[in-house]
């Protein structure tokens, strides 16, 4: 199995492709063109972490270039079908402190407002055989109402923007709530083997988690 973090340059967001043999899941794309030509024939599933727009941008481009199934925990589904929750000029405020160079970039990829609706979703919990790659996913609500964690073979945790290390989880946005987040989904972060490596929504990746929330403070 192997995993490749692709950074979307203007905003720091971490897309990943995780890939053994012809069998791909994408968590959280955005529109890069080389991922999309790469993974071309590839029988692919785009999953998303949670339903922001930092973290769903490449989502209608991608699954259209790939011909990919989607899935999602299904509390992403209302805001997803909302074009307010989608149009590109929130990442374009978004980026507004990185400067000219990422508004430009943001530019050149000529991101229309779309909405979306799911092939899978779940609720609590989902197992899931992807052709030779076995997922895990989670509901770890808190930073939004959508927001999930997936284990995908014996070692990998992406853990979105549940977990970052060493940045406090946001929970002021719309949809966030910090209760929810200390009552259930922090004991749930804690009561996982901490051995496991850890790929964030954000920043660098290949921690143990239990390094990662060691870093934390929430």
């Known amino acids: 199995m192997q995993i490749e973090r692709i950074p979307f340059p203007p905003i720091g967001s971490n897309m990943y492709v995780v890939t053994q043999g012809r069998d791909a899941i994408v968590l959280d794309p955005w529109p890069d063109e080389a991922t999309m030509q790469r993974l071309q024939g590839y029988h692919a599933l785009i999953v998303l972490t949670h339903e922001?727009?930092?973290?769903?941008?490449?989502?209608?481009?991608?699954?259209?270039?790939?011909?990919?199934?989607?899935?999602?925990?299904?509390?992403?589904?209302?805001?997803?079908?909302?074009?307010?929750?989608?149009?590109?000029?929130?990442?374009?405020?978004?980026?507004?402190?990185?400067?000219?160079?990422?508004?430009?970039?943001?530019?050149?990829?000529?991101?229309k407002t779309e909405t979306y609706a799911p092939d899978m979703t779940f609720g609590d919990h989902i197992a899931l055989d992807w052709g030779a790659l076995h997922l895990e996913g989670y509901a770890t609500p808190g930073h939004s109402r959508g927001s999930a964690c997936y284990r995908i073979g014996p070692d990998a945790f992406f853990s979105g923007d549940s977990l970052v290390p060493g940045f406090a989880v946001i929970t002021r946005l719309r949809g966030g709530d910090a209760a929810v987040l200390m009552d259930r989904t922090v004991p749930f972060l804690r009561a996982l083997p901490p051995e496991l490596t850890l790929y964030p929504g954000h920043g660098r990746c290949g921690m143990s988690l239990g390094k990662g929330l060691g870093s934390m403070d929430w």
């Open 52 to 111: 922001h727009i930092d973290h769903i941008s490449g989502l209608g481009r991608m699954q259209r270039a790939l011909s990919a199934r989607t899935l999602w925990q299904e509390n992403c589904t209302p805001w997803l079908r909302n074009p307010g929750n989608t149009t590109p000029v929130l990442l374009a405020a978004l980026s507004v402190s990185r400067g000219a160079e990422a508004r430009d970039f943001l530019r050149g990829l000529h991101l």
